[in-house]
């Protein structure tokens, strides 16, 4: 608990960044980097509160980390694992996606509060397959780069659902299976193989128990904040 009570503290005082729709990296450890167009460096170090924004990706060594995308989901990545944000709850299309480049990715799509339907669309893509979200808590797989996740290394390329349901695709255009609580697909060849949800893969999930988001009213407040900052230091900019 205490580590997302710190966690509101720091980003009141973090960087100031523009209006748009951001993640907010909520835990960390380890060894972790972002990196994108807007870094002058070729990778900064992840750091809680360390912001994200569309077009950055952020990268696992011997750690992992989670992010909070604005107020739509939460996302673990195990080690040696690289996503990157292709859209963020894009002002048009309300979609987000992401590009899980290799690595394992955990992704709790949060219900909105009062429970009426939302209308925002979540991704997880790779070359392997396109998952859309149609549930909250599932698992993502592809190969790791650079190391392997000795927890999670027997885990199959493919898409694992422990609550909801996951509309998985070969690509953007191909036909859905739909993947059920408690079901799994996995990549054979060019085909998709859908079955009952491995125990050990149903045992690893459990992480979701510990996954906590930032309420919409707090998210909203830290935006607020950065707004100013970010305005106070553009006028700084213009008296110099």
Known sequence: MTRYFSLIFLLLFATAITADEVGVVSFVQGKNYISGPRFKNA?????LGSVLKKGDTITTEDGSCEIQLATQATVRLSKFSSLKIDELLNPKTKSTTLNLVSGKLFVKAHKPEGGAPSNTQLSVVNPSFVAGVRGTEFLVSTPNQGGEDEELKDVETGVYV???????????????????ENEEVVVSGKQ?????????????????????AIKEENYQRIKEQYEKNDQMMNDYKGQG
């Open 192 to 212: 998709l193989k859908k079955q009952i949800l491995d125990e050990f893969v149903k045992e690893k999930m459990r992480i979701f128990e510990q996954f906590k």
């Open 162 to 180: 422990n609550e909801g349901t996951v509309a998985v695709s070969p690509d953007k255009k191909g036909k859905q299976t739909l993947v059920a």
């Open 43 to 47: 990778k900064e170090t992840v750091r």
